[in-house]
């Protein structure tokens, strides 16, 4: 409920806020929007970002720092987590309950588990950056607070692939219109996200288009990413970002996917597990695949990670999806 989490946020003085994650643009942007509001009702708000941030959103800290790890004996009032669908996204080192106090779940997701204390998931909006926009307003505030704009016209126009998706209602253009007027500069923001690619980036697409394979009759398009293809073209994982877009873009191919090498690092070492990427042209819910794989998302896009290997992987994701066609 909305109310619970006004509530928090007035009762509260002190305030952690964290993404999922591998952060993006929307967990990000509705981060620093979420900062910048509470700011500016009176309350210290503090972003807690134990991972490196992409490249591609750095533009977006503009001075803000983040923690990468809270200092002893610090304790928050209530610690915000924007954008997360499953308690597994939690980002690594996130501290336990006697330190964050309440964990608040700001989301746009479907498909979640149950994770958070306080939860308000608005599944109308197209990304969680318009739900801070929704928290700005209910909480009497006259204007967008100061430096608030660009994050979150960043948060939606991630979300949207650039006001594209069908999630894109006439709501989110009037915002994102709103946003351009408080100060979002359109080219600014696309050029960060979308055009400005590494030479490697382009090699590594090169790649990962070449593993192209169309199964079930043409509905479903499948490409990998090992870390040898990532090794050969000099690219890193942030890199990997937004692939899985291209199988999705083949014609006739109803869902993409991408199954990608991806390497954990924890206490017991380094080993490799699979990430697959789903995306639905509309038809398939793919969260539906993702959820039977122990993973989540939303109707047109989401994931799952297993401690398989990526020919493992490939072989459960299509038997997930021959039950589906079936
Ligand atoms: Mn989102």
């Excluded at 950056?129 to 967008?144: F, H, K, M, N």
């Amino acid at each position: 409920m909305i109310e619970d989490v006004l509530e928090v946020a007035r009762n509260g003085e002190r305030f952690l806020v964290a993404c999922h994650r591998r952060p993006d643009a929307d967990s990000l942007g509705s981060a620093l929007g979420l900062i910048k509001t509470l700011r500016a009702i009176g309350k210290e708000a503090t972003l807690f970002m134990p991972e490196e941030i992409p490249d591609s959103l750095l533009f977006l800290m503009d001075g803000e720092q983040g923690l990468a790890q809270v200092p002893d004996g610090v304790r928050y009032d209530a610690t915000w987590v924007m954008d997360i669908a499953a308690k597994a996204l939690l980002p690594p080192g996130f501290p336990g309950p006697e330190v964050t106090g309440p964990v608040v779940i700001i989301d746009h997701h479907h498909a979640h588990d149950d994770v958070g204390d306080v939860v308000y998931r608005d599944t109308d909006s197209a990304a969680t950056g318009e739900v801070v926009v929704q928290l700005i307003e209910e909480l009497g505030l006259e204007s967008l607070p100061e430096g608030s704009a660009t994050p979150l016209y960043a948060a939606i126009v991630s979300d949207t692939g650039g006001f594209r998706y069908a999630t894109t209602r006439p709501a989110t253009l009037r915002l994102g219109a709103r946003l351009v007027e408080e100060g979002a500069d359109p080219w600014h923001v696309a050029y960060q996200l979308f055009e400005r690619w590494e030479p490697a980036r382009l090699r590594l697409l090169s790649a990962i288009i070449a593993t192209l394979e169309m199964a079930f009759d043409g509905r479903v398009a499948i490409m990998r990413v090992t870390r040898e293809m990532l090794d050969i073209c000099g690219a890193n994982d942030d890199m990997v970002e937004g692939m899985v877009n291209y199988a999705r873009r083949v014609e006739g191919a109803e869902i993409g996917a991408l199954l990608w090498e991806w390497r954990v690092r924890d206490a017991g070492g380094d080993h490799i597990e699979t990430k697959i990427s789903l995306r639905s042209r509309g038809n398939v819910d793919v969260s539906v695949i993702a959820t039977a794989l122990n993973g989540g998302g939303h109707r047109a896009a989401a994931a799952t990670q297993l401690r398989i290997t990526i020919d493992e992987a490939d072989e459960q994701l299509r038997s997930e999806l021959a039950k589906q066609f079936a």
